[in-house]
């Protein structure tokens, strides 16, 4: 916990918005195959960089799987989302990069302002979005037919980007995702031949090289052992420099290791909703719901 | 168990136990039967090379080597002291540039199609298009060669010619005199129209089964559709892609009907794809079945014969191709 502490100063000059707002009027359902035709608020302000949600909805098909979430993002902290399963969290987390919406059926409502600007806009390219918004899946994915050298660089070829010196971009982003001293005789081995760990974090040097503004990262330690999750866990921390880390976990002592803010979804029976959000030191050790607390002190039934 | 320190002696060892696995009777029930299936079809397979080779020992025995290697086909005329000469040399070639000219038009189509239909098809004709190619590749391939034949051959001396123009320094593109018609390039462009829709239905089951979470890794990276295809899919499906084109392949040079219509039998070789002369070993046991003396039709089966065992060989082949790339590639 005295970690979580040493975060605390540089958050109070960061403003907090008023999470908690009544549910809004019932929102404009749009079909994300067609890209949502609504209107940003008028007036609405950005709050410089950084990633907001503003009134998300989630549909898949019929039904209604995350209502009305507010949350922003600022930049240089990481966020935790937690709660309990099937209440929305990867949902949630797919919206924010337009991966919602390859699922058929998939819908969604609000916004979601990158810089500002919303990337739901008609008229944007999904394929930038996702680079900004870079993910770190579940399930450590790398390209199995590619070299561990291919994967890290393999955003630049997918993306169509240009870069100088690949060479260079390679051994940073294998440093940033601290896996360079493993890999570092062994760039031309195939990706798969790594451990759960070292492909975990070798999908996080893949998601880095092509610059995310925004890294999503879906329960990325769930299926590794305590020492690699360290070690993502220590990656992370040295992230917040450069990108926005919003982080889902069902692992308490991890979001008060890594997040600078929580975020506890719930369901009850209905939507997932968002109950509450806070710096993390608070969710944990005065948390304003009764639901939240019944959380996190794993008295929840 | 106290840790042994010392090697314990040879009487101490004791001898690896039997394991005797007790299967339940449906199990065996089972188990007999497929064993069964797997042995008959087998022993088929056998009693046919069996019979061919009984029946062609004697042309084996007059022409030896030469029935593989020569580019004549001639019954002889006792009468005047000619002696006959079977060798069906030509037909093997030109089995094997039909098909492979075949394959080199259905696969580029097929895969492009398989793509289409599984990445790029709006969901809802997706499910009843794919249906369609599947019911196609089911459908007997003879009825795709007739119409190759009545609507495609009349277009196809026109690409004929035009691709002699565009790229007849090519040499397997040239012609040695300006005679399109009933072309091997015909003949394969209408065992391509055959072979389309299994080539299609098996590259498309491939794709299929490409892992998503591969597929949503690229789609974070920001992939387009085209470079997550190329980056997840085709070195996925790879393997699966060479099977089915082998399998193409195999039964384009069993395929009789095409180039019994089309191509005239000529006993040479001939590499000009796009001049009118060729033939392969199954058209012409078809033609000469009919009017072969007694012994042409030993040569027939000896003929036959060849292209079993070359069918077979291009099977084994592709089985190694698919487990090497299987290999690497997953
Ligand atoms: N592809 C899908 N199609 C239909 N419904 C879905 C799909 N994915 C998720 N859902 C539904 O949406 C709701 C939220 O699911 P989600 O995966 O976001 O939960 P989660 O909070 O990530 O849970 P977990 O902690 O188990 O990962 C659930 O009720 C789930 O059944
Ligand atoms: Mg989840």
Same mark, same amino acid.
């Given at each position: 916990?005295?970690?979580?502490?040493?975060?605390?100063?540089?958050?109070?000059?960061?403003?907090?918005?008023?999470?908690?707002?009544?549910?809004?009027?019932?929102?404009?359902?749009?079909?994300?195959?067609?890209?949502?035709? $609504?209107?940003?608020?008028?007036?609405?302000?950005?709050?410089?960089?950084?990633?907001?949600?503003?009134?998300?909805?989630?549909?898949?098909?019929?039904? $209604?799987?995350?209502?009305?979430?507010?949350?922003?993002?600022?930049?240089?902290?990481?966020?935790?989302?937690?709660?309990?399963?099937? =209440?929305?969290?990867?949902?949630?987390?797919?919206?924010?990069?337009?991966? $919602?919406?390859?699922?058929?059926?998939?819908?969604?409502?609000?916004?979601?302002?990158?810089?500002?600007?919303?990337?739901?806009?008609?008229?944007?390219?999904?394929?930038?979005?996702?680079?900004?918004?870079?993910?770190?899946?579940?399930?450590? *994915?790398?390209?199995?037919?590619?070299?561990?050298?291919? *994967?890290?660089?393999?955003?630049?070829?997918?993306?169509?980007?240009?870069?100088? *010196?690949?060479?260079?971009?390679?051994?940073? =982003?294998? $440093?940033?995702?601290?896996?360079?001293?493993?890999?570092?005789?062994?760039?031309?081995?195939?990706?798969?031949?790594?451990?759960?760990?070292?492909?975990?974090?070798? =999908?996080?040097?893949?998601?880095?090289?092509?610059?995310?503004?925004?890294?999503?990262?879906?329960?990325? =330690?769930?299926?590794?052992?305590?020492?690699?999750?360290?070690?993502?866990?220590?990656?992370?921390?040295?992230?917040?420099?450069?990108?926005?880390?919003?982080?889902?976990?069902?692992?308490?002592?991890?979001?008060?290791?890594?997040?600078?803010?929580?975020?506890?979804?719930?369901?009850?029976?209905?939507?997932?909703?968002?109950?509450?959000?806070?710096?993390?030191?608070?969710?944990?050790?005065?948390?304003?719901?009764?639901?939240?607390?019944?959380?996190?002190?794993?008295?929840?039934? | 168990?106290?840790?042994?320190?010392?090697?314990?002696?040879?009487?101490?060892?004791?001898?690896?136990?039997?394991?005797?696995?007790?299967?339940?009777?449906?199990?065996?029930?089972?188990?007999?039967?497929?064993?069964?299936?797997?042995?008959?079809?087998?022993?088929?397979?056998?009693?046919?090379?069996?019979?061919?080779?009984?029946?062609?020992?004697?042309?084996?025995?007059?022409?030896?080597?030469?029935?593989?290697?020569?580019?004549?086909?001639?019954?002889?005329?006792?009468?005047?002291?000619?002696?006959?000469?079977?060798?069906?040399?030509?037909?093997?070639?030109?089995?094997?540039?039909?098909?492979?000219?075949?394959?080199?038009?259905?696969?580029?189509?097929?895969?492009?199609?398989?793509?289409?239909?599984?990445?790029?098809?709006?969901?809802?004709?997706?499910?009843?298009?794919?249906?369609?190619?599947?019911?196609?590749a089911a459908i007997p391939s003879v009825i795709f060669g007739l119409w190759g034949f009545f609507v495609l051959m009349p277009h196809a001396i026109y690409w004929a010619k035009l691709l002699h123009k565009y790229f007849g320094w090519i040499p397997f593109l040239d012609v040695q005199a300006p005679i399109f018609e009933r072309s091997p390039f015909i003949a394969g462009l209408i065992l391509s129209i055959m072979i389309i829709p299994i080539v299609t239905s098996i590259s498309r089951e491939v794709f299929s089964q490409v892992p998503l979470d591969r597929i949503q890794a690229a789609y974070a990276l920001g992939a387009t559709?085209?470079?997550?295809?190329?980056?997840?899919?085709?070195?996925?499906?790879?393997?699966?892609?060479?099977?089915?084109?082998?399998?193409?392949?195999?039964?384009?040079?069993?395929?009789?009907?095409?180039?019994?219509?089309?191509?005239?039998?000529?006993?040479?070789?001939?590499?000009?794809?796009?001049?009118?002369?060729?033939?392969?070993?199954?058209?012409?046991?078809?033609?000469?079945?009919?009017?072969?003396?007694?012994?042409?039709?030993?040569?027939?089966?000896?003929?036959?014969?060849?292209?079993?065992?070359?069918?077979?060989?291009?099977?084994?082949?592709?089985?190694?191709?698919?487990?090497?790339?299987?290999?690497?590639?997953?």
């Amino acid at each position: 916990m005295s970690d979580v502490m040493e975060f605390e100063g540089n958050k109070d000059n960061i403003s907090t918005k008023a999470y908690l707002e009544e549910a809004v009027s019932q929102p404009e359902i749009s079909s994300l195959a067609s890209v949502a035709s $609504h209107h940003s608020a008028p007036g609405s302000q950005p709050l410089g960089t950084g990633l907001e949600a503003r009134g998300v909805h989630a549909w898949f098909g019929k039904h $209604h799987a995350l209502a009305d979430v507010n949350l922003d993002f600022p930049a240089g902290t990481v966020t935790a989302l937690i709660g309990p399963s099937g =209440c929305g969290k990867s949902t949630f987390l797919r919206t924010l990069n337009r991966m $919602h919406e390859f699922i058929p059926g998939a819908a969604m409502a609000g916004e979601v302002l990158l810089d500002g600007k919303d990337i739901y806009e008609p008229g944007t390219d999904v394929t930038k979005i996702r680079l900004k918004v870079g993910m770190v899946f579940q399930k450590p *994915n790398p390209f199995p037919s590619m070299t561990i050298a291919e *994967n890290v660089l393999s955003g630049l070829k997918l993306a169509q980007l240009k870069t100088t *010196n690949k060479d260079d971009l390679l051994e940073e =982003c294998l $440093h940033r995702a601290g896996l360079w001293n493993e890999v570092k005789d062994r760039l031309k081995a195939h990706g798969g031949s790594l451990s759960g760990g070292q492909q975990q974090r070798l =999908c996080i040097a893949r998601a880095l090289a092509v610059k995310p503004e925004v890294l999503l990262m879906d329960e990325p =330690c769930s299926a590794l052992d305590p020492g690699s999750t360290l070690k993502i866990e220590e990656t992370v921390r040295q992230l917040i420099e450069s990108v926005i880390v919003v982080i889902v976990t069902h692992n308490m002592q991890q979001a008060a290791r890594v997040s600078d803010y929580t975020g506890f979804f719930l369901s009850d029976g209905g939507p997932g909703q968002l109950i509450e959000t806070a710096p993390t030191s608070e969710i944990f050790s005065r948390p304003k719901d009764p639901r939240t607390e019944a959380y996190v002190t794993g008295r929840f039934g | 168990m106290s840790t042994p320190t010392s090697v314990p002696l040879q009487s101490e060892i004791p001898p690896a136990r039997a394991i005797i696995l007790t299967r339940r009777l449906s199990d065996r029930v089972f188990r007999g039967v497929v064993t069964a299936g797997g042995f008959v079809s087998l022993i088929v397979l056998g009693l046919i090379a069996l019979f061919l080779a009984s029946r062609s020992i004697d042309i084996f025995k007059t022409f030896g080597f030469g029935f593989i290697t020569e580019f004549k086909w001639d019954s002889g005329d006792p009468d005047n002291g000619i002696p006959p000469v079977l060798g069906i040399g030509a037909m093997l070639i030109g089995t094997i540039v039909t098909a492979v000219v075949g394959l080199v038009i259905a696969l580029p189509v097929s895969v492009g199609m398989a793509l289409f239909l599984e990445y790029y098809m709006p969901i809802r004709l997706k499910k009843s298009l794919t249906m369609v190619i599947d019911l196609m590749a089911a459908i007997p391939s003879v009825i795709f060669g007739l119409w190759g034949f009545f609507v495609l051959m009349p277009h196809a001396i026109y690409w004929a010619k035009l691709l002699h123009k565009y790229f007849g320094w090519i040499p397997f593109l040239d012609v040695q005199a300006p005679i399109f018609e009933r072309s091997p390039f015909i003949a394969g462009l209408i065992l391509s129209i055959m072979i389309i829709p299994i080539v299609t239905s098996i590259s498309r089951e491939v794709f299929s089964q490409v892992p998503l979470d591969r597929i949503q890794a690229a789609y974070a990276l920001g992939a387009t559709r085209w470079t997550m295809i190329k980056a997840v899919v085709l070195p996925f499906g790879s393997s699966g892609i060479a099977g089915g084109a082998m399998l193409g392949l195999g039964r384009a040079m069993g395929e009789t009907v095409a180039v019994y219509l089309v191509l005239n039998l000529y006993f040479q070789p001939n590499f000009q794809v796009l001049f009118s002369a060729g033939g392969s070993v199954a058209s012409m046991i078809v033609t000469k079945f009919g009017e072969a003396g007694q012994l042409e039709l030993q040569g027939l089966m000896a003929a036959g014969l060849v292209l079993f065992i070359v069918t077979l060989i291009i099977n084994f082949l592709s089985n190694m191709i698919v487990k090497r790339t299987s290999r690497t590639g997953n």
